[in-house]
């Protein structure tokens, strides 16, 4: 995968965890909390592909 498409995955699933903590069910935030961070190491990950090229 290439850094924009990274960077897109990222962004989706942040957006989608932070919808899911507003959930009345606690397995559901928490795993809106999980699918957040996942969502911000894509975009890190698609960051650091952009610095180094996308040959990682």
């Known amino acids: 995968m290439g850094e924009l498409t990274d960077k897109i995955k990222g962004n989706v ?3 989608i965890g ?4 507003h959930s009345d069910n606690p397995a559901t935030r928490d795993e809106g ?3 957040e961070v996942e969502g911000k190491g894509e975009q890190v990950k698609g960051k650091i592909k952009g610095m180094l090229g996308d040959d990682i």
């Not at 932070?18 to 903590?21: F, G, P, R, V």
Request: proline fraction near 0%; charged fraction near 30%.
């Open 13 to 15: 699933n942040e957006a």
């Open 18 to 21: 932070k919808a899911k903590q």
């Open 33 to 35: 909390a999980a699918q």
